[in-house]
């Protein structure tokens, strides 16, 4: 109503990311926005994330296409840029492994034949950064993912519909964030 | 570690690979150690990448789950017997009110009422559930309570039967407060609105309209009073004269509606407003955003302002005063986002100066540098994108101005510790 409104940049573990394969798109037109719905109800058009990233691949045949993993307390995203994400694929190309990087990028999906989804990111922007950024994102994003599980109560539609979709275990998603904090605990 | 190691090292030998135990360990310490990447994801990337190093392929997994809900059976009950969020109910009630909804994603809500008591429901678009209308009677099957800062209210599913009822239901006596029965709801400070669905009078300033693309309504914007300011919408269907910007009224009779913790009034067929003489006064708060920049948008960066007006110049030309000879400023249009709201903040020059290390002086000599003003946004990206930050300072529209901004610091360990107990807790 105000006008353009940007999506907000969701804070998820590598882990959730992973067990997700939900997506949707809020509206019919072709413009509607594409999001993907996390196992604990996050929706989820573009992301947040601050890891290590161990890998990177020049994968492209023609023109440069980066492939890189970037992994957290939980596990790793996958994250693919190309010609049309020119500033992120010369940002990896330029970038060390391991190196700590933010990233905020899109959701985006692949089924293979078999039926299985992986999820990856399409990144807008990829910065270096140190490893405080690194541990306040850990803890944030920990946060955020609690909020959400707490609120697996509710009956938001998108808590319904991620409830229906995935049979959310409450237990295994306090239990991945628990680990998370521990683990930054534990550097200190 | 030297475990993982060591299981690594013989994977490779059964490859027909020998590598060297100390570089397998190397690796790993340096990842595990030093970039806290988690021990299996560390052995992976290893393996990864002496696999590569040695020209072998490799396989990959992944995992994904699915199920459906159960059904169950449902009990009867009265309204005034719904206790806790979370219970399946069947429902017969009378729709006292409904609302108009500014949201795609509900097809209804309003308020509901038996002889105990009365109760807000919401019925959501995706479930394609026939419409209720005003003053008629149903029976709502499968129903979810859903318990909301201490309040109930009963949300449609996809597993709801709502079917008419021939007769009445009697509802409760005086349900709400002055809903448009003639007697007008009592006067409220706008700091004072705190709950959802209340009638509600209010005395204040239209400080802002904003643009409108939805046909269902007629006028949106925020109002304020000396205690806040609050978004309101005024719907078509309410058939009220225009409000102009600036103008102080008195708006009588409207509805209190929450969404996401914020707070708008809504004016609708029972609202009435009458301008007043007064220039009503308009708190400007200020306020605190912490959260990670996300982006630093173009605009940002080395500017040319109107030496007239100071708006900024697009390609050498004020909006006003056409082509005229800038004088140059720094600025930042940065994204603020905390996960929940993304914040747009603007910093002036001592700001961006100050947390990009870029004077403007450095910044104009950079830009004559490279032939190019752009250069100055390059820099500030990669030196800002990506970390944390907090800011305070005045809301205006959708923007932050700017009064201060700093660096989040390490981590807090008390918090860290609150965050692990709350994790406990679930
Ligand atoms: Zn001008």
């Known amino acids: 109503m105000a006008g353009y409104v940007r999506e907000v940049s969701r804070r998820v573990f590598a882990q959730e990311f992973r067990e997700s394969n939900l997506t949707f798109k809020d509206g019919d037109d072709q413009y509607s926005p594409q999001y993907l719905l996390t196992p604990t109800g996050a929706k989820v058009n573009r992301l947040f994330i601050v890891g290590t990233l161990i890998e990177k691949e020049d994968i492209g045949t023609d023109s440069e296409y980066w492939r890189g ?62 490893v405080d950024t690194r541990d306040l994102w850990v803890a944030d994003t920990a946060r955020r993912t609690l909020e959400r599980v707490k609120d697996l109560d509710n009956m938001d539609s998108n808590v319904v519909k991620a409830k229906e979709h995935y049979n959310t275990d409450k237990d295994h998603y306090s239990s991945m964030v628990r680990e998370a904090l521990r683990s930054l605990k534990e550097d200190l | 570690m030297d475990k993982t190691a060591e299981s690594i090292k013989s994977k490779f030998l059964e490859l027909g690979v020998d590598i060297p135990l100390e570089d397998i360990v190397e690796r790993l310490d340096k990842l595990v150690t030093k970039f806290k990447v988690p021990l299996d994801e560390a052995r992976r990337s290893v393996i990864t990448y002496f696999l590569k190093e040695n020209d072998l392929d490799r396989n990959a997994f992944f995992g994904g789950q699915s199920t459906t809900p159960d059904s169950r059976s ?25 609302w108009d909804s500014s949201h795609e994603s509900v097809s209804q809500v309003g ?10 429901f919401i019925k959501w678009s995706r479930d394609t559930i026939p419409d209720v209308e005003e003053g008629k009677s149903y029976y709502f099957k499968n129903v979810v309570s859903n318990e909301w800062n201490g309040r109930f209210e009963l949300t ?70 000396s205690t806040g300011t609050i978004k309101f919408i005024k719907w078509t269907s309410a058939d009220l004269p225009d409000l102009t910007e600036g103008n102080s009224y008195l708006f009588n009779n409207v509805v209190a509606q929450e969404w996401n913790e914020k707070f708008s009034v809504t004016l609708n067929k029972n609202s009435s407003i009458e301008e007043l003489d007064e220039d009503i006064e308009v708190a400007s708060s200020s306020i605190t955003f912490a959260g990670a920049m996300v982006d630093v948008q173009s605009g940002s960066g080395l500017i040319k302002r109107c030496p007239e007006c100071k708006r900024a110049l697009t390609k050498g030309a004020c909006m006003e005063h056409g082509k005229v000879d800038g004088t140059y400023d720094l600025r930042i249009k940065a994204v603020l986002d905390d996960g929940n709201t993304a914040q747009e903040s603007i910093l002036k020059r001592e700001l961006a100066e100050q947390i990009s290390g870029i004077t403007l002086d450095d910044a104009i000599s950079m830009a004559a540098d490279a032939l190019d003003q752009g250069v100055v946004l390059d820099q500030m990206r990669l030196k800002l994108l990506g970390k944390y930050f907090t800011v305070t300072g005045s809301k205006v529209d959708r923007y932050i101005l700017v009064d201060s901004i700093e660096p989040q610091d390490g981590m807090d360990m008390e918090m860290l510790d609150e965050l692990i107990a709350d994790a406990e807790m679930i």
């Not at chain 2, 308020?111 to 807000?120: C, H, L, M, N, P």
């Open chain 2, 111 to 120: 308020i509901i009422g038996d002889e105990t008591a009365t109760i807000k």
């Open chain 2, 156 to 225: 449609l599913n996809k597993n709801t039967v709502v079917e008419e009822l021939d007769e009445d239901i009697e509802v409760i006596s005086s349900p709400m407060a002055g809903a448009g029965d003639g007697q007008p709801a009592p006067m409220v400070n706008i700091a004072d609105i705190a709950e959802d669905g209340k009638w509600v009078s209010i005395r204040a300033k239209v400080s802002q309209l904003w643009d409108n693309s939805h046909e269902s309504i007629s006028q949106v914007g925020l109002v304020g009073d």
């Open chain 1, 69 to 130: 993993r970037v992994s957290d307390p939980t596990g790793s995203f996958m994250i693919y840029a190309g010609q049309y994400q020119p500033e992120a694929a010369q940002a990896l190309a330029e970038c060390e492994t391991p190196a700590f990087v933010a990233i905020v990028g899109k959701p985006s999906t692949y089924t293979n034949a078999e039926g299985t989804v992986f999820t990856s990111v399409r990144p807008e922007s990829i910065s270096i950064v140190d």
């Open chain 2, 74 to 98: 449902t009990p009867d009950v009265k309204l005034n017997g719904i206790d806790e969020g979370g219970k399946w109910v069947n429902i017969k009630a009378k729709v006292l009110q409904l």
